[in-house]
């Protein structure tokens, strides 16, 4: 079993819906939570940071941790053609020194005008 | 300013061959990471670098990788005898330093072995 489960869809939904995008994992010592947003031919970038649990909203984009249930979320509102792109889950433990970055599979979402 | 680049951006090598993919990471970061991205398997982390040196290279596959880091600037990946599950696109990012930073990537590197 992978340390971090996700769907790789493609989830497909019109323009202007709101996206719920997800992870779940299996290692509690996980303690900060990234999302990164990658287009077709391109590295992945940086969209939402948290530690621990709670949630955190910039813009269209919410992420959301719930320890307890050792799942995350990303929501983004009023999705757009240009959100069309895979969204990858990464997470990494909070001990010191250097903890490699552990990713999901990544979700494709499709953005239909 | 210039984002971490790499090259070749897409390499077809014959089964049994050497590549050598090149990474030339943010001027300043003195952290660098090799990812490879599988079709259906998310990023897998390779090795990092902080400065010269290597700390983490426990996900190198097999002795037939290996990586090395000049003037704590560009990085070489170099892939020995080529099998076709090496195919994969190779990523790379820096950051700047602290293990917490934000990781900037590469646009990476697209390997097939035939």
């Known amino acids: 079993q992978k340390e971090v489960e996700q769907d790789p869809g493609p989830l497909s939904v019109p323009e202007g819906a709101i996206v719920s995008l997800n992870c779940t994992y299996s290692?509690?010592?996980?303690?900060?939570f990234m999302w990164y947003r990658q287009y077709s031919r391109k590295g992945p970038e940086l969209l939402m940071y948290?530690?621990?649990?709670g949630n955190k909203e910039d813009g269209r984009f919410t992420a959301q941790v719930d320890k307890s249930s050792k799942y995350i979320s990303l929501f983004i509102r009023d999705s757009q053609p240009s959100d069309s792109a895979t969204y990858l889950c990464?997470?990494?433990?909070?001990?010191?020194?250097?903890?490699?970055?552990?990713f999901g599979t990544g979700t494709r979402l499709l953005v239909s005008p | 300013g210039a984002g971490v680049s790499q090259s070749p951006s897409n390499k077809v090598t014959e089964k049994g061959k050497d590549v050598e993919l090149r990474c030339d990471p943010i001027?300043?970061?003195?952290?660098l990471y090799w990812y490879r991205q599988s079709l259906g398997q998310g990023l897998e982390f390779l090795i990092y670098?902080?400065?010269?040196?290597?700390?983490?290279k426990s996900g190198l596959p097999s002795d037939r990788f290996s990586a090395e880091r000049t003037g704590g600037s560009v990085s070489t990946l170099t892939i020995q005898r080529t099998q076709q599950e090496d195919s994969a696109v190779y990523l790379c990012?820096?950051?700047?330093?602290?293990?917490?930073?934000?990781?900037?990537f590469g646009p990476g590197t697209r390997l097939l072995v035939l």
């Open positions: 990012a820096s950051s700047l330093g602290g293990v917490g930073e934000t990781q900037y």
């Open positions: 290692n509690s010592a996980f303690q900060y």
């Open positions: 948290t530690y621990s649990s």
């Open positions: 990464a997470m990494r433990k909070g001990v010191s020194g250097f903890q490699k970055l552990v």
């Open positions: 001027s300043g970061h003195t952290a």
């Open positions: 670098f902080q400065g010269n040196s290597a700390p983490d």
